[in-house]
């Protein structure tokens, strides 16, 4: 797991793609919402995102 993180890492280095960093950011955290607010009170309201 960390190699592809480490790979994704030096590919965005090396092909100067610096605009994929917000990209993945919105990703990481709409991915982290979902697992963290799925036991939770808000959990209606995401299950069509799952």
């Known amino acids: 797991m960390w190699d ?3 790979e994704f890492l030096e590919f ?3 092909e ?3 605009w994929l960093w917000p990209l993945v950011g919105v990703l ?3 991915a ?3 697992v ?3 036991g939770s009170g808000l959990a209606w309201a ?3 995102f799952m």
């Open 4 to 6: 592809l993180v480490k």
């Open 12 to 14: 965005l280095r090396k």
């Open 16 to 18: 100067k793609k610096w």
């Open 28 to 30: 990481l955290l709409l």
């Open 32 to 34: 982290a919402l979902l």
């Open 36 to 38: 963290f607010a799925s």
């Open 46 to 48: 995401l299950y069509p």
